[in-house]
């Protein structure tokens, strides 16, 4: 057979010229992407282990009936804030696949916030780190070639 190249494809889809992502931007974005996994899964285990807790105390036969109202603002509040780290998880699968530049940024800027974030204290730093990491312009590159 000749090397004969096909008239109907197009010239990008032969060509080897399709930029690469730039590896020292994806090193970069890793270690805050899965510091942020890793604060939001502890966060949201936790709080399974909080509703487990709940669970546990309110079941038990000598429990005070008059004492519930507490735990259910306390329940609805880790909710509140397990469904924010789950934003926060596919914010930073989003990170780690380089998918969307604004949603990285929104997601770093919902870490600093220190009372809905994952784990509290740590979370903030980690945002903060986030945000530096994603206005350098190489990385700023990387996600426009994404």
Excluded: E
């Excluded at 990008?12 to 899965?34: F, G, H, M, W, Y």
């Excluded at 306390?74 to 914010?91: A, E, F, K, P, R």
């Excluded at 800027?109 to 009372?115: F, H, S």
Aim: proline share 6%.
């Amino acid at each position: 057979m000749t090397n004969v190249s096909n008239p109907y494809q197009t010239a990008s889809l032969t060509s080897d010229a399709s930029p690469k992502p730039n590896r020292s931007a994806r090193q970069r974005l890793l270690p805050v992407a899965i510091s942020l996994l890793v604060l939001s899964i502890l966060h949201i285990i936790s709080g399974l282990f909080y509703f487990v807790y709940v669970y546990s105390v309110s079941a038990a036969p000598d429990a005070d009936p008059t004492d519930t109202h507490r735990s259910i603002v306390y329940s609805m509040y880790y909710g509140i804030t397990m469904l924010y780290c789950l934003v926060l998880v596919t914010g930073a699968f989003s990170m780690m696949r380089q998918g969307s530049y604004m949603w990285a940024m929104a997601v770093c800027i919902l870490a600093v916030i220190p009372l809905l974030g994952p784990c509290y204290f740590f979370g903030v730093p980690i945002g903060i780190w986030g945000i530096l990491v994603l206005r350098r312009q190489d990385v700023r590159d990387s996600f426009a070639r994404m």
